[in-house]
């Protein structure tokens, strides 16, 4: 099956800083997402990105799908960005349409 | 418009025991997923739906979990005898599919501890 890989596995940052979230993938895909996952667990969409750039407020990503590869960008970051960071993928040609593969997640702390 | 809806949030059961789950989705979503999470990891896909049939089963442990779609909506996951092993947040997620987009948003869990 496709592999996904997240860098860097932890991160620790002070507030306002900017921080740069990596997702590497092994095969074409047909959709790419980021989710925030919560201390309560919930995971929250942040961006479905399966080519191209969009921006949402503080965040923005990048997805080069010929390369194999998307960018997760937090700018001025707050303790409320805390939380585990996944980035999920559906492979492209796979029997199961819609089906994730998600990386083993970014935990990023922010300290005030 | 309203998320994906599960219940019940946490459940701590003996092993041996038996358990279900429940998920209503997004109104309009055809496609229904169950994931396990287990402590640590990325989730991981139990079982898909598109309306009521199973598209993909391949990584549920069919000795003991079960699912179903009645009407192609609610969905309800079971696990019997549950082990230890099965420690985990039960995730359910939906997505529309139209054309090639299959976003996919997900459920607050369920978090089962079996001791």
């Known amino acids: 099956g496709i592999q996904v890989e997240q860098s860097p596995p932890d991160l620790i940052l002070q507030e306002g800083a900017n921080s740069t979230l990596r997702c590497n993938f092994s095969?074409?895909?047909?959709?790419l997402q980021w989710f925030h996952q919560n201390p309560w667990g919930q995971l929250i969409n942040l961006f479905y990105?399966?080519?191209g750039t969009k921006q949402n407020g503080r965040l923005s990503a990048t997805t080069v799908a010929t390369e194999r590869y998307s960018l997760l960008y937090i700018s001025s970051s707050q303790t409320t960005d805390s939380g585990v960071y996944f980035c999920?993928?559906?492979?492209?040609?796979?029997?199961?349409?819609?089906?994730?593969?998600f990386g083993q997640g970014t935990i990023l702390t922010v300290h005030p | 418009e309203a998320g994906v809806a599960q219940s019940p949030r946490y459940k701590i059961i003996e092993k041996r025991q038996s358990v279900a789950f429940w998920c209503n989705p997004i109104?309009?979503?055809?496609?229904l997923y169950w994931y396990q999470q287990i402590l640590g990891q990325g989730p991981k896909l139990l079982i898909q739906f598109q309306n009521n049939g199973v598209v993909d089963d391949s990584q549920l442990p069919k000795d003991r979990f079960s699912a179903e779609r009645l009407k192609g909506v609610d969905s309800t996951l079971k696990i019997q005898p549950a082990k230890l092993e099965d420690s985990a947040v039960y995730l359910c997620a939906s997505s529309r599919v139209t054309g090639k987009n299959t976003e996919a948003f997900f459920g607050q869990g369920t978090r089962l501890t079996v001791v």
């Open positions: 109104s309009g979503h055809a496609t």
């Open positions: 990105i399966p080519s």
């Open positions: 095969d074409s895909v047909n959709n």
């Open positions: 999920a993928v559906n492979r492209a040609g796979g029997t199961s349409y819609g089906k994730l593969t």
